[in-house]
């Protein structure tokens, strides 16, 4: 079977850093990504990670350990329009490929 | 295209009607999935097209959902005799697979669909 674990929910202060995490358990993996999804509209592509350790892109990180089945995303100096949704999704390889999305966490940033 | 296309934006229709819902993905895109959206939840996988191969069908959660895709272009979802429950946001996404590993999705602004 498969399945992709996040917090529902989390807050956070603008300005702060927050870690959302992801832990997984698929019939193969493939890679892993992050999205971000504002209220009303359709998800955008974050990061990729395929390989063990740290990706960074700009305020925005993310953490692979595939021993482990866990990834995070680190959101660094918090905006206010940081405030979204943010999907996890494995690329399942005994799937075919196919690419499965968790429950998303959504974020609040307060001021 | 420069995007991901999906038609309607919007759907009203009554419980027990027929609904076809269009995706057209970016151009050179082989990869095509549809994803259900209820309000407040996370991507529910439908169904899910790769150039020539059958496409795999595992995530249609009943036999009212169908959907065909000609060659590496369109691609319609139908429902027919929707429920209330088939209430929600279906989006489309499509990718460009190289080699065995998926490219990042690029998704349509989905079709909102309420079923009265």
């Known amino acids: 079977g498969q399945n992709i674990d996040q917090p529902t929910e989390m807050t956070a202060t603008e300005g702060a850093i927050v870690q959302i995490n992801c832990t997984y358990q698929?019939?193969?993996?493939?890679?892993l990504f992050w999205y971000q999804q504002h209220a009303g509209e359709a998800p955008t592509f974050l990061s990729y990670?395929?390989?063990?350790g740290l990706e960074e892109k700009g305020r925005f990180s993310s953490f692979l350990s595939r021993s482990k089945g866990y990834s995070y995303l680190l959101l660094k100096e918090l905006q206010m329009k940081d405030s979204a949704s943010y999907l996890c999704?494995?690329?399942?390889?005994?799937?075919?490929?196919?690419?499965?999305f968790g429950a998303g966490t959504r974020l609040f940033v307060k001021a | 295209g420069a995007g991901v296309s999906q038609s309607p934006s919007n759907k009203v229709t009554e419980k027990g009607k027929d609904v076809e819902l269009r995706c057209d993905p970016i151009?050179?895109?082989?990869?095509l999935y549809w994803y259900r959206q209820r309000l407040g939840q996370g991507l529910e996988f439908l169904i899910y097209?790769?150039?020539?191969?059958?496409?795999?069908k595992s995530g249609l959660p009943s036999d009212r959902f169908s959907a065909e895709r000609t060659g590496e272009s369109v691609s319609t979802l139908t429902i027919q005799r929707t429920q209330q429950e088939d209430s929600a946001v279906y989006l489309c996404?499509?990718?460009?697979?190289?080699?065995?590993?998926?490219?990042?999705?690029?998704f349509g602004s989905g079709t909102q669909l309420s079923v009265l």
């Open positions: 996404a499509s990718s460009l697979v190289i080699t065995t590993t998926n490219e990042k999705l690029f």
């Open positions: 698929t019939s193969g993996f493939n890679g």
């Open positions: 990670n395929v390989l063990d």
């Open positions: 999704a494995v690329i399942n390889e005994g799937g075919g490929f196919k690419t499965i």
């Open positions: 151009s050179g895109h082989t990869a």
């Open positions: 097209f790769q150039g020539n191969s059958a496409p795999d």
